[in-house]
């Protein structure tokens, strides 16, 4: 896969144009949602919720009362294969999203990356102070991957937001703080790494870390799942979600569009869904009756607990 992608970013960089071959074009995308399925970042978020998940079992499990289950750590064999399996059924629900080239052209800004290069964003529910909506299928999604210290690439949903300054797929950045705004981004999806090239001085990244020095981190894994317990009984309801930069950050060249900005944002933690792409309505589709029915209504009411 690396061979093939390589070149394919390789045109990109030296034409500034997204491959006209589909095939190429799929490839491109695979590679990007599969570069993110297979990091370290994902794959110990895996085994964090795996040993979180074995140890909340064998608490009530009377062979295990009398267990310190906090002296060892429980983790998968493979973590990342759950999480590339997930990339590869993914290709088809973000296929939707519009492809343009982020260019930068101010002359004293370079992009930087991470060790976890695909940032999954959501301006548009950001914006309406909605905590959620990173997932394939979402509303509002964007999927920024810094390609080259001047070329990103960045997928987006369409519907959801209007790029005025964007011509023949490309938008130019001519103003530093532009850049610097989505190196902010680059930063706050790293991990442990943080790549930039020889021009890019210290001070500048670690300006970056300053500014953001109170800012919740990618790598505190224990904001990745919340515990809720059942005031009516002994029951439990768990959250998990990988962390994704939730930081509000007004990117001055994108903007929610019109309908967007007319759309009520649910209460439910389920969000708004593309629904004008048949590959999600499908996928929608063949969920609800793998779990749609038997589901009985619950009134039983629950309170955070401290993890």
């Known amino acids: 896969m690396e061979t093939k992608a390589s070149q394919i970013l390789k045109d990109i960089i030296e034409t500034n144009q997204f491959p006209k071959d589909d095939d190429k074009y799929y490839h491109l ?4 949602l599969v570069s993110e399925g297979r990091n370290l970042k994902l794959a110990d978020s895996t085994n964090h919720m795996a040993d979180f998940m074995a140890k909340e079992m064998l608490k009530v499990h009377p062979d295990f009362k009398d267990m310190d289950l906090d002296a060892f750590k429980i983790e998968l064999s493979q973590p990342a ?3 590339l399996e997930a990339a590869m059924k993914g290709l088809p629900l973000v296929v939707d999203l519009e492809p343009i080239l982020i260019v930068e052209q101010t002359g004293a800004r370079k992009f930087i990356t991470s060790d976890n290069p695909l940032v ?3 301006s548009f529910y950001l914006s309406k102070n909605y905590p959620r909506g ?11 991957f810094p390609i080259s210290p001047r070329t990103c690439i ?3 949903d369409s519907v959801a937001y209007d790029i005025p300054e964007k011509r023949n797929g490309i938008l130019t950045l001519k103003k530093a703080r532009d ?3 989505l190196n902010e981004l680059f930063y706050l999806n790293a991990y442990n790494n943080v790549f930039f090239n020889q021009t890019t001085k210290k001070d500048y990244i670690e300006g970056i870390h300053y500014k953001n020095s109170r ?7 224990e904001r990745e799942i919340v515990s809720y317990n059942s005031t009516d009984s002994n029951s439990k309801l768990i959250a998990m979600s990988p962390n994704k930069v939730n930081k509000k950050i007004n990117f001055p060249w994108i903007k929610n569009s019109d309908y967007t900005n007319s759309l009520k944002i649910p209460a439910h933690m389920g969000g708004l869904n593309r629904m ?4 999600i309505r499908k996928f929608l589709e063949q969920e609800k009756k793998k779990y749609g029915h038997g589901r009985q209504p619950s009134s039983e009411k629950y309170f955070r607990e401290e993890i």
Do not use: A, C, M
Request: neutral net charge.
């Open 179 to 181: 850049v610097d705004l």
């Open 154 to 156: 960045l997928l987006y």
């Open 29 to 32: 995308v695979l590679f990007l």
């Open 81 to 83: 294969s759950l999480n």
């Open 215 to 221: 800012t919740p981190k990618i790598n505190d894994l």
């Open 134 to 144: 990173f997932g394939y299928i979402t509303r509002g999604l964007q999927l920024f």
């Open 120 to 122: 999954r964003y959501n």
């Open 276 to 279: 004008e792409s048949p590959f």
